[in-house]
Nanobody, 115 residues
Framework: QVQLVESGGGLVQTGWPLSLSCVASENIFNFNEMGWYRQAPGKERELVAL???????RYSDSVEGRFTIGRDNLQNTVWLQANSLKSEDTGVYYCYARILRREFWGQGTLVTVSS
C-alpha cells in the first residue's frame, strides 16, 4: 500500500511563505502524477497544484504565481512552496498521488494563515 506522509504545516502570518513536503513510500516515477489538494473549513477539497511524471505543472487559479510545486526524485518527495500567503489559503493540505485510476492520499497537514 502506498503511503504519503506530509510535513511542514503550521501557523504563519499573512504574506509569509511556507513550505510543504510529502514523502512517498515508493519510487515516485511509479506515479502518473502527484500534487496537493486542500480543504478549508466548511468547504470541499480543492486542487492546489499537480505535477506529472514528465514534470508538467498545473495550478489552481487561486494560487497561480504564488505557489510552486516540484519534485525530488532521489528523495521520493513532492514539495510545495507557498509564498504571499493569504487568509483564504488556510486549510488542511493533502498530498495526492495517482497510478492510472488508483488514487492515494496523505493524512493531511494543517496550514493556518493569520492576519
Amino acid at each position: 500500500q502506498v503511503q504519503l506522509v506530509e510535513s511542514g504545516g503550521g501557523l504563519v502570518q499573512t504574506g509569509w511563505p511556507l513550505s510543504l513536503s510529502c514523502v512517498a513510500s515508493e519510487n515516485i516515477f511509479n506515479f502518473n502524477e502527484m500534487g496537493w489538494y486542500r480543504q478549508a473549513p466548511g468547504k470541499e477539497r480543492e486542487l492546489v497544484a499537480l505535477i506529472n511524471v514528465g514534470g508538467v505543472r498545473r495550478y489552481s487559479d487561486s494560487v497561480e504565481g504564488r505557489f510552486t510545486i516540484g519534485r525530488d526524485n532521489l528523495q521520493n518527495t513532492v514539495w510545495l512552496q507557498a509564498n504571499s500567503l493569504k487568509s483564504e489559503d488556510t486549510g488542511v493540505y493533502y498530498c495526492y498521488a495517482r497510478i492510472l485510476r488508483r488514487e492515494f492520499w496523505g493524512q493531511g497537514t494543517l496550514v493556518t494563515v493569520s492576519s
